[in-house]
C-alpha cells in the first residue's frame, strides 16, 4: 500500500509529532521541508524514502488503513 502525504500528516498529528520529528525518526535522506512538500502533494518521494517515513511511524504505533484510506494509533495488547 502507498501511503498518501494526508495519511503522513494525519499520523503525524495523532503521535504529536513535527515534520522536524519525522525527518529524525525515519533515517530517511529527506528533511522536514521534504516531508512537508510531500504532505501537501508536491512532491512525491521515492519508494525508499516512503518506507523510511512508513517505518518510523508503524514503529511509533500508527497502522495504516486501505479502502478508507486513513490511519489510526494501534490498539494497546491487553
Known sequence: MAI???????ARQLLKWS???LASESRASVGAGGIGL???GQRQPSMHILLAI????EAA?????EGEPGVRL???QT
Open 4 to 10: 498518501t502525504g494526508e495519511q503522513v500528516k494525519a
Open 19 to 21: 515534520q522536524y520529528r
Open 38 to 40: 510531500f504532505e501537501r
Open 54 to 57: 512508513q517505518g518510523a511511524l
Open 61 to 65: 504505533g500508527v497502522e495504516f488503513v
Open 74 to 76: 494501534r490498539k494497546a
